[in-house]
């Protein structure tokens, strides 16, 4: 019958679609075919099957979009640029999980390139349409919701501010709550994502009480769940004191020591990062976290860890150090941080390496002598004269090697100095050997044979300047005949004199 | 008698002298009043003069024992507050004294006290210490750990492998594949075929009453481990077997009202309605067009008046 024939020509059509939407959303989840796929006009095949009546057509056909637009911006730029945005929108309150999943898929993938397009997509009133998701009861939705969010909220302020006032935080802290593990994650980074923006967000989101529950998480066995909240924690702590100080409140020590022994990388990196904000406030954050046995925990960190990782944990020892001198007592677990001057290759690792080794130093000679001791002087000169150095490193090293010279009074680590120093430095260093050499008459015999003085006399320097009176200062401490023994040309003196002398 | 005599002689003498003197007094008169003038208040003026000398030596020696009086008594304040004021410098001086000892010593004891702070670092090196061991035992016992969830995970899968080639055991007449001959032991994999209980393979299913079809789920499922009893609790007691499967066999033996379609009254009514369609041949009897012509009053009807 003719009616059969027509319902099979729907149906013929309907499987028609059902497989080319399924087809391209399995091309579009490998990314070397985005490029073929753009080029044969994909955006504008998928946008009207994305209205089609069979809803399973709708899902896969948004499911394609978002693989499509998650590879590339210029696809994510198209879909916003499509008007598919809105439809996308109203259908996030209308449609069923699946659907609601695949749209806030696609959301995700269209804001998180630049802010231009996650601006496109709040404009769109996706925000409160995320919001709704987010109060679902299927944690699937949840989560990819949570996803769209925490992806909108990470390029700038503004946007998370947006993502603030649609009211999103409480939400967010509900979900940390949940059983799933997925949901926890995506919601500590959205969190993260949001706090760490400026001041007032962090304390937007203190204000919720996320603080307890992500404290509660911190000894749960999933790594990438770790990673996050503990961002998290150390977006939150790093704007101001008070916000600091309830992160410490939570008692979160030293069960995040614990986590300094994580096997993930990035685990431990987060911690390090936490506990580097914490201690950058104030000296009573920093002793609080010397006393529970950080400083340790954060040595043995470095030791066990390479590469960028690093970064955090040097940091954090050179705030704890710049606080007060007590504190940089109880930091000197100097050899490892000179292995890591050592061993590092990135300029900006040696840099902040550099730059702690001068809050280590730079207090009592004390502190100048362990540092000193270690051997750092001859690495921090060499970085300092070194042409492929960046510009920032040269200005550390030098920062750091006159802040500890002027306390330094252990001779024997100051002499090679003397031989490799640019002048900047060595005016330095001879003022040390002036105000150390009248005091001790060992050093100074030392000094001598060492070759010290042979060396600051050959010494150039203009009379009236500052290494001029330091060298005078130290050739008083001699008597003037090996003053005049080591200064350079004495031998051409002495055969002169030979030459005129008239044997009687 | 001779002076009067003599006297007369002279009268005239006298006379004219008397005379000349007036005039030569009248003539010196002016000279000698302002000369007596001169003199006079010459002399009125040292008398003056005098008398406010004295005056004055009088208020000096007045002013002047008052003054020392006062002065003195001054003095004496002066002197009394001097002397205060060196009292109370070197009380300052001392109790400056008393106060940088106390601070020193206080400073030195407790707030800067180089013993405390000793104390401190060493328990801080402590601490340090113990953390670190912590740390490491605890590092140390969670990659034990870790181990032996993977050891474990593995025997397992071994397990499942040896239960589903279970037909690879080699018997009396044929060795297995994994007890080779040439073999002096055989092979792990061998051990574990003979070790491992086979699957239980279940026979087909018998035609039921019921047709369920119960899907095979123990190949799917990747751990064979028994699923936890639904209920802790023992239940019961059970009413006896034969009584329920007679309940269960009974035959339904509906109510009327459970019987009755839901239809039935529609149904009924057009039963009636088709017998009446059916058995009403004349539709008017006489009474009713009397009973319609005397109905309606008059009103009602159009008609034109």
Known sequence: ?504 | MARLVKLYSQVDHIKQQYFIRNRIAEENRQKENEAAVRIQSWFRGCQVRAYLSHLHKNATLIQKTWRGFTARVLFRQRVKTAYFIMKMNFYNKMAVKIQQRWRGYYVRKYVHSYYARKRYLEGLTRTNAHIRRDLEEFAELQRKERERITLEKEEQEKNIQAQRFHFLLSTKQRPGVFNSPFRAEPDEMELRLRKVKPLLVRSAPKERKTPDIVPDLSNLMPNRERLPPIHKKPQGPFRPALEVQQQRQRPLEPSLRVATSITALEEAREELKRQEWRTRVIDQTRNIQIWNNMKFPSIFKHEPN
């Open chain 1, 1 to 504: 019958m003719s009616q059969r024939q027509i319902l099979q020509a729907f149906e013929q059509y309907q499987k028609a679609r059902t497989q080319f939407v399924q087809t391209v959303a399995d091309l579009a989840s490998r990314p070397q075919n985005t490029e073929t796929l753009q080029n044969a006009g994909v955006m504008s095949l998928l946008r009207p099957l994305l209205l089609d009546a069979v809803p399973t057509i709708q899902q896969t056909a948004a499911l394609a979009l978002g693989r499509l637009a998650n590879y590339n911006d210029d696809l994510a730029e198209a879909v916003v640029k499509g008007d598919i945005l809105p439809q996308l929108v109203y259908s996030l309150a209308e449609q069923n999980r699946f659907y609601k999943k695949a749209a806030a898929f696609v959301l995700r993938a269209v804001a998180k390139h630049s802010p231009e397009l996650a601006q496109a997509v709040v404009d769109c009133g996706a925000l409160d349409a995320l919001v709704v998701s987010l109060e679902e009861f299927d944690p699937g939705v949840k989560e990819a919701a949570a996803w769209a969010i925490s992806y909108i909220a990470r390029h700038n302020a503004q946007l998370s501010q947006a993502v603030v006032d649609a009211g999103v935080v409480p939400l967010l802290v509900l979900c940390i709550q949940e059983p799933e593990i997925a949901l926890k994650r995506v919601a500590a980074s959205a969190l993260s994502d949001i706090a760490k923006h400026s001041p007032e967000l962090a304390q937007t989101i203190v204000d919720t009480g996320a603080i307890a529950h992500l404290a509660q998480m911190i000894l749960n066995p999933d790594a990438k769940l770790k990673r996050q909240v503990f961002s998290a924690l150390s977006q939150i702590a790093k704007h101001s004191v008070d916000v600091a100080e309830m992160v410490v409140e939570a008692e979160i020590f030293p069960a995040a020591l614990v986590c300094l022994k994580d096997p993930d990388e990035y685990v431990r990196k987060n911690v390090a990062t936490l506990i580097r904000e914490i201690t950058k406030h104030t000296p009573e954050l920093s002793q609080i976290i010397v006393n529970m046995g950080g400083v340790a925990a954060v040595i043995d960190y470095l030791g066990d860890s390479k590469g960028n990782v690093r970064l955090p944990g040097i940091m954090m020892l050179g705030y704890v150090a710049a606080h007060s001198e007590n504190l940089a007592m109880a930091v000197i677990g100097v050899p490892q941080l000179a292995i890591c001057l050592e061993e590092e290759q990135e300029d900006h690792l040696k840099a902040a390496t550099a730059w702690a080794f001068g809050q280590i130093g730079r207090h009592t000679p004390e502190h100048a002598r362990a540092v000193a001791v270690a051997n750092v002087f001859p690495k921090l000169v060499n970085l300092y004269l070194d042409t492929e150095s960046s510009e920032d490193l040269q200005v550390k090293a030098k920062k750091a090697l006159k802040s500890v010279l002027q306390k330094c009074t252990y001779l024997p680590a100051l002499e090679p100095l003397l031989y490799e120093a640019p002048s900047n430095i060595l005016k330095h260093v001879i003022c040390q050997f002036s105000k150390v050499l009248p005091h001790d008459s060992k050093a100074r015999r030392l000094f001598v044979t060492s070759g010290g003085l042979k060396k600051v006399q050959e010494i150039k320097a203009e009379p009236g300047s500052a290494i001029q009176e330091y060298i005078n200062a130290v050739n008083s401490c001699y008597p003037e005949e090996i003053v005049r023994y080591y200064s350079p040309g004495y031998s051409e003196t002495l055969l002169e004199r030979i030459e005129n002398y008239q044997p009687v």
